[in-house]
């Protein structure tokens, strides 16, 4: 006797559907496949990721330069802490052997065995140093021609270097690139990069000798290391570090964190030990690392986690669904048998699960298997993007793919898989568990006594295909019901993701950018930041003495220095500010709370200076009084007049707000053009705040002024004034020690596209945390938020293509049911004489209804769906603007709606091929 | 005039050890305005005759003319306008179209061939085939008579040069049967319709002007038949008095016959 009499059915059912089962079965496979892609790729695609970016400037986290004993101890304290090594610099010495006269130095840098590791330093002959006698020297020495080999021994004599000024004339010399001033008489070390001068007419070079000796042995050369300049005196040279080193006065540290551990504190910890001494952070690691802001990839990966795996389950409950749905009419024939022999609704309803498990038995291995293979293709064919998107080609190349296989994930995948297979034979199930046996072998045919008029169209010539498409659709619309369904399903899931996408894309950016206004910087290639006013100046006339530099204009802003009336700010701005600060306080705040915490009386406004030929088409796109914008006695400025306010922008001292919440605000003040904002600036000098009468020469939205500015918002008015405007404020806040309140000019650079050698230069000096200036180039931009939003989008594409699929499986399938339906009656119209081109026009006639009535169906579930994404997200983050991409829509319903006209053209032309005979033969 | 002719038709099913001859060289054919019985037993292979001579089925070898055209020559379009212009065929199982009321049902070959609506002739043949109550009815709400009625409908109204049909009555009742045969007698009658008809009822085959008899794919008998008819019968068919082949058989035919005729007679006298 069978085990199981109701399975055993079932099962010969499977094997009697071949084609039904299968596209349950793909379907399964294809939706194991993708939570495969989300969970194991989401592990890959981050470790990838961040094993690349230890590529760039190693494997540490953190380094500190010049730390005592007593501040290593603090560290190695710190419970996020994981590992920690030490180097040292140990001085300059005498290279005699150099080729290259400008570079006569070694500089020797003793490391731990665990630095050579985090650094990156890569051999290129011998091996690395063992014990102290030991060194191994750049490559770079080697290319200048230096006559060494390994096995050489060099003498060490080690010295401080330092430069004098000695022309009285010269009050100071800047060297930008190293970021010195000196002044007549004074006497200052030189950073470990400084070049080799000699002597100069206005200062000179000082050699001292520590006294400090040795006799080290190269046993090797290696790459350039990345922190060496090519323009140094000194090459770098590496020798071994004992551990004894705690015992000496300083030396460095490089730790890297545990990352379970690590929370966003972890800066402070660091500013608190270093207290003043130099320490540098590995960012392009961190940022791949997760965890060490809100902001991260993982906070990322982990929504775009939840919106896949949803996705997925929807497309594939319905596929499902759609295939229990179309083949029910046979199945409540056979289960109502089974039922009139005496099976229970239980056992019937069980049929329907075995079914589903047992093809989830064969599928989940499958799936998962595929899934692997898909992401190990997708991560080889997305390695050069993603490594040109992060500016990263170099160590792409240098760092293979493996697929990392964490059991949780595992786990995950079968669950999900396990969950989604349960909701989609449940309701199946249910129906069938319903219906009795008597209606189950009878089938619920119901005869209509409607009558139906001769359409009108017959009175018309060549109607007979609309007619036969439009009384298909009519008088019996659930014969093409499971089509309508599933090109509905994929409309809405091409409009919902691409909605979806958008939100998400646009969650990210708010996210990443929140924190600030930005201008645009598009039409510039570089942008300088000077943070010493000095060194800035030296470079800014270097650059626009430039032959390779089209245009430097100056642009510069003004923060916390003007302070206006609460009135100035409208309505809409305090209420957003009023929740923020409920949110922060986990309460509704009285008035007098609300009052005390957060004064009312006297708000910040900023100024951005731009130059006047901006600032012109500015005013000629908003609108704004040219004339007034650009004159520059009388105050005027341009307001931007739209912003945000979120709880990353606004923080409150010591306390974390309830959850995140963004606020946009369309009209940061209520004012008009002409009307006059009464500006504080406090002036150090007279001691007390002068009021600047500043008009209104404008107001300007986002869109308006959307080529100058990033359309995140602030959360500050901002008023746009000219140079003369910004010169004036300037001149109040002055004093002797310096200005009052933040200030930062920058230099917008457009070069004449060649490279150039000033730049390179100028860029070699943000590496470490005290530069002068800071040079920014357009692909600098590119390295973390808009990288991890492309990344996003690459992603969220993807997964859409993907998911497509389980919706076109559903799609092909239920066309295939309709056309197998149809066949008897196609070869009635046959053998009545319609040509196959008359029939493939009836087809084409009941597609556009089909897909009619699907778009209708999908408008109105999208439009559902869309209003729960936007409240969900409006929720969760804010009132922030998702706009619903009508190109990315459109190109969807094109594409639905050639995807079903295709297959039905297809399958017709299968069900034409075969014999009209057999189906008029076949019983009514 | 011979309207239809059909030369050396055979046609095979299968291959190797499983192929069953269908068709064994057949060859006759028809005048125009003739009616053609044909019998034979079961698997005899009267429908795949049908069929080939309808030009839905395609013959092993051989051909068939329809009015001087070797429809099997024709590419599959124009046969397809050629099926909706010269033949009507009518199945037993009515194979109307379900979403079509019985109107549309019926003009449905003329539309396909891009005409304009005959409103006149469809009021005629609904009428002739007594639809007139039923005409906006779909054909799920018609009983088998009324369902078969249409079908015949749609056969008759481009006029084809040939209407064949498979055991029309094979699904009815004898009474119904007996008046979907009076239909197709009197449009052969009143209209010179060519029509050639297989059945199993030998009383109704011997209401034809011939009769084949079809045993294993082969014709083995081909007869005139020479029946007592009314006198007005008689005068229309005169021309086939020669071979008279009764006996036993026409005994079968009798009453039906009798039947069939008074009403005819009202029906004919009406129209003429
Ligand atoms: N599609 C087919 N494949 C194989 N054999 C067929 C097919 N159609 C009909 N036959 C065979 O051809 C023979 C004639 O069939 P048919 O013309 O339907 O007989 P009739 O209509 O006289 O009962 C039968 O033996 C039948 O089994
Ligand atoms: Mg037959």
């Not at chain 1, 000082?206 to 090519?230: A, H, L």
């Not at chain 1, 775009?304 to 594939?316: E, G, W, Y």
């Not at chain 1, 069900?911 to 008029?920: M, R, S, Y």
Request: with cysteine; glycine share 8%; proline share 3%.
């Amino acid at each position: 006797m069978r085990k199981n009499i109701v399975f055993y059915v079932t099962r010969q059912y499977m094997k009697k559907n071949r084609r039904r089962t299968f596209t349950m079965f793909a379907g399964i496979v294809c939706m194991v496949l993708l939570m495969t892609c989300v969970f194991v790729g989401k592990e890959t695609g981050i470790g990838y990721l961040q094993e690349v970016a230890s590529l760039k400037k190693g494997k540490w986290h953190v380094s500190m330069f010049d730390i005592t004993k007593k501040q290593y101890e603090e560290v190695e304290a710190l419970t996020w802490v994981k590992e920690t090594a030490l180097s040292k610099t140990l001085g300059c010495i005498d290279f005699a052997q150099s080729g290259n006269e400008e570079r006569p130095y070694l500089n020797v840098k003793g490391y731990t065995s665990h630095c050579f590791d985090w650094m990156n330093i890569t051999l290129l002959e011998g091996r690395l140093p063992e014990k102290p006698g030991e060194i191994v020297v750049s490559e770079s020495a080697r290319q200048d021609g230096a006559r060494i080999a390994a096995g050489d021994v060099i003498e060490a004599d080690f010295f401080t270097r330092s430069v004098t000024g000695t022309d009285a004339e010269v009050k100071e010399t800047v060297f930008p690139f190293q970021q010195l001033i000196l002044h007549y008489g004074e006497t200052v070390e030189v950073p470990e990069n400084f070049p080799y001068y000699e002597e100069t007419e206005s200062f000179r070079e000082n050699k001292e000798y520590t006294g400090q000796q040795g006799t080290y042995e190269v046993v090797g050369f290696i790459e350039t290391p990345s922190y060496e300049d090519s323009s140094a005196a000194a090459y770098t040279a590496l020798t071994f570090l004992e551990a004894d080193i705690l015992s000496e006065d300083v030396f460095n540290l490089t730790l890297k964190m545990d990352l379970d551990k690590v929370s966003d504190g972890y800066f402070m910890d660091i500013v608190k030990i270093a207290a003043g001494s130099k320490f540098d952070t590995n960012d392009t690691l961190l940022a791949f690392s997760g965890n060490s802001s809100e902001m991260t990839l993982n906070r990322l990966v982990r929504y775009m986690t939840i919106f896949f795996v949803v996705l997925i389950m929807a497309a594939s409950v319905l596929l499902i669904y759609n295939v229990f749905n179309m083949s029910f009419q046979e199945r409540s024939r056979y289960l109502g048998m089974l039922c009139s022999v005496g099976a229970t609704g239980r056992q019937k309803k069980s049929s329907i699960f075995y079914e589903t498990f047992y093809l989830m038995l064969f599928a989940l291995p499958i799936g998962l298997g595929l899934g692997i293979g898909v992401i190990y293709v997708a991560m080889t064919v997305f390695r050069p993007y993603i490594g040109a998107l992060m500016n990263m080609e170099e160590f792409v190349e240098a760092c293979p793919v493996t697929i990392k296989i964490v059991p949780e994930n595992l786990v995950m995948v079968a669950a999900f898989s396990v969950l989604t297979a349960v909701i989609s034979a449940w309701l199946p199930a249910r129906k069938i568990g319903k219906i009795g046996p008597v209606e189950c072998i009878r089938g619920n045919v119901e005869k209509k006594s409607r009558q139906y008029k001769m359409s009108r169209m017959l009175y018309r010539a060549k109607a007979a295909e609309g007619m036969l498409a439009r009384n298909n659709l009519t008088r019996r619309s659930q014969k093409t019901r499971s089509v309508q369904r599933a090109a509905a399903v994929f409309l809405v899931l091409l409009i919902v993701t691409a909605f979806g996408s958008s939100a998400v894309s646009r969650v990210v950016t708010l996210k990443l950018k929140a924190s600030d206004f930005t201008m645009k910087r598009e039409n510039y290639d570089y942008v300088m930041y000077g943070n010493d006013d000095i060194i800035y100046e030296a470079v800014k006339k270097e650059i626009q003495a430039d032959p390779g530099i089209t245009q430097a204009v100056e642009w510069g802003d003004l923060m916390f220095v003007g302070e206006v009336p609460g009135s100035v700010y409208s309505a809409e701005y305090d209420t957003a500010r009023r929740d923020i600060f409920n949110l922060y306080y986990h309460r509704e705040l009285t008035d007098e709370e609300y009052e005390q915490e957060a004064p009312t009386d006297s708000y910040v406004v900023n100024f951005m200076m731009v130059d006047d030929e901006t600032l012109a088409r500015m005013a000629e796109k908003t609108g704004a009084d040219k004339k007034k914008l650009l004159d520059r006695e009388r105050p005027a400025a341009l307001v931007l007049n739209e912003g945000m306010m979120s709880t990353d922008s606004i923080s409150v001292w010591e306390r974390e707000p309830e959850r995140y919440r963004y606020y946009r605000i369309h009209a940061m003040t209520d004012l008009q053009a002409g009307d006059v904002i009464p500006v504080s600036i406090y002036s150090p000098k007279e001691e007390k705040k002068q009021v600047m009468p500043l008009e209104i020469a404008g107001l300007g939205s986002h869109e308006e002024l959307k080529d100058y500015v990033e359309e995140v918002g602030a959360n500050y008015l901002w008023l746009f004034v000219n140079e003369g405007v910004y010169a004036q404020i300037g001149k109040i806040i002055e004093s002797e020690t310096g200005r009052y309140g933040m200030s930062d000019r920058r230099l917008m650079i457009r070069t004449n596209g060649e490279p150039n050698q000033l730049i390179e230069r100028v860029k070699k000096l943000q590496d470490g945390n005290n530069a002068g200036v800071l040079l920014s180039g357009n692909e600098a931009r590119m390295e973390f938020g808009d990288a991890i939003q492309s990344i996003a989008n690459v992603l969220l594409i993807s997964f859409v293509l993907l998911t497509s699929v389980i919706c076109l499986l559903n799609l092909f399938n239920s066309v295939q049911g309709w056309m197998t339906g149809s066949s008897r009656e196609f070869a009635v119209l046959k053998s009545v004489g319609m040509s196959g081109g008359q029939l493939r026009k009836m087809l084409l006639y009941e597609c556009v209804g089909i897909f009619a009535r699907a778009l209708l169906v999908a408008g109105v579930f999208s439009a559902l769906l869309i209003y729960v994404i936007r409240f969900g997200f409006h929720t969760l983050f804010g009132n922030i603007v998702i706009w619903l991409p009508v190109g990315l829509v459109a190109g969807a319903v094109v594409l639905a709606g050639s995807v079903l006209v295709g297959i039905t053209l297809r399958c017709c032309a299968k069900v034409q091929k075969e014999e009209i005979l057999e189906n008029i033969r076949r019983e009514g | 005039m011979e309207i239809l002719r059909c030369e050396n038709l055979s046609k095979v099913y299968g291959a190797g050890d499983a192929q069953v001859k269908a068709l064994d060289d057949v060859s006759f054919s028809v005048e125009a305005g003739e009616f053609v019985s044909i019998v034979g037993p079961s698997g005899s292979g009267k429908s795949t005759l049908l069929h080939i001579l309808g030009g839905v089925d395609k013959p092993t070898g051989g051909k068939v003319f329809i009015a001087g055209t070797d429809i099997h020559a024709l590419n599959e379009n124009k046969l397809a306008v050629f099926r909706r212009r010269q033949i009507g065929l009518i199945y037993q199982f009515y194979n109307l179209l379900p979403v079509l009321n019985v109107d549309e049902n019926i003009v449905l070959p003329h539309l396909l061939d891009g005409r304009k609506m005959d409103k006149e002739r469809l009021d005629m043949v609904v009428e002739s085939m007594g639809l007139t109550e039923r005409r906006n009815n779909l054909p799920g709400q018609l009983s088998g008579g009324q369902q078969q009625r249409v079908s015949i409908g749609r056969a008759l109204f481009n006029h084809p040069a040939i209407v064949l049909a498979d055991e029309p009555t094979g699904n009815l009742d004898r009474k119904t049967g007996v008046e979907i045969i009076r239909l197709l007698k009197e449009s052969n009658r009143s209209q010179k319709q060519t029509l050639i008809l297989i059945t199993h009822d030998e009383g109704i085959a011997l209401q034809a002007d011939r009769m084949l008899c079809i045993e294993d794919g082969r014709i083995t008998r081909d007869e005139r038949i020479r029946m007592r008819q009314s006198t007005e019968e008689a005068s229309n068919s005169g021309k086939h008095k020669d071979e008279f082949n009764a006996g036993s058989k026409g005994k079968d035919g009798f009453l039906p016959k009798q039947n069939t005729n008074s009403r005819g007679t009202a029906i004919g006298g009406d129209r003429q």
